[in-house]
T-cell receptor, first 115, second 113 residues
Framework: AQKITQTQPGMFVQEKEAVTLDCTYD???????LFWYKQPSSGEMIFLIY??????QNATEGRYSLNFQKARKSANLVISASQLGDSAMYFC????????????FGTGTSLTVIP | DADVTQTPRNRITKTGKRIMLECSQT?????MYWYRQDPGLGLRLIYY???????NKGEISDGYSVSRQAQAKFSLSLESAIPNQTALYFC????????????FGPGTRLTVL
């Protein structure tokens, strides 16, 4: 079974609007971490945000927030006030303690911000 | 200067050639990783190292080898390159901070003809 599932291959959002990118995960490990990375067309992988499995509050970093719903095993990324520079691929990833803290990545969502 | 560097950034080689990709980091992290990225498949782990004497195979290690020359240096070798090893290769580093957040190098685009 896939450990990380991103079901939206492509998304479009109007500039200045908010957008939610979906991510579901599969693990039986009680200790895990969830991450989002951005990959612009230039190719680099940029860390955006992290949520630990024991964290009670949703993580936020500037315009990025992680909507963590533990019972549903979802970790959606919310980008507020979208900017043209947000157009990129976005990858969700999970780290499991049981597997030596390896990372597992989803297949990504391509976000296009429309002016 | 970038915290995680990779050399070369681009490489074109022929089938059967040996090639080495190098990664260096100044973040002081103990853990280093090699991934490959193929279109539509996300990132897949090739090898990882928790310190100089601890190297582990990842999901797709066949056809690859690694060397951890120092805490700051981790090299990936393709002993006999084949066309389906054409991909974007990333090095990453982490430590315990930030839940073991991994920080990536800029990537090496490898083409095997």
């Amino acid at each position: 079974a896939q450990k990380i599932t991103q079901t939206q291959p492509g998304m479009f959002v109007q500039e200045k609007e908010a957008v939610t990118l979906d991510c579901t995960y599969d693990t039986s490990d009680p200790s895990y971490g969830l991450f989002w990375y951005k990959q612009p067309s230039s190719g680099e992988m940029i860390f955006l945000i992290y949520q630990g499995s024991y964290d009670q509050q949703n993580a936020t970093e500037g315009r990025y927030s992680l909507n963590f719903q533990k019972a549903r095993k979802s970790a959606n990324l919310v980008i507020s006030a979208s900017q043209l520079g947000d157009s990129a691929m976005y990858f969700c990833a999970m780290r499991e303690r049981n597997t030596g803290n390896q990372f597992y990545f989803g297949t990504g969502t391509s976000l296009t911000v429309i002016p | 200067d970038a915290d995680v560097t990779q050399t070369p950034r681009n490489r074109i080689t022929k089938t059967g050639k040996r090639i080495m990709l190098e990664c260096s980091q100044t973040k002081g992290h103990d853990r280093m990783y090699w991934y490959r990225q193929d279109p539509g498949l996300g990132l897949r782990l090739i090898y990882y190292s928790f310190d100089v004497k601890d190297i582990n195979k990842g999901e797709i290690s066949d056809g690859y080898s690694v060397s951890r020359q120092a805490q700051a240096k981790f090299s990936l070798s393709l002993e006999s390159a084949i066309p389906n090893q054409t991909a974007l290769y990333f090095c990453a580093t982490s430590d315990r901070s930030g839940g073991y957040t991994q920080y990536f190098g800029p990537g090496t685009r490898l083409t095997v003809l």
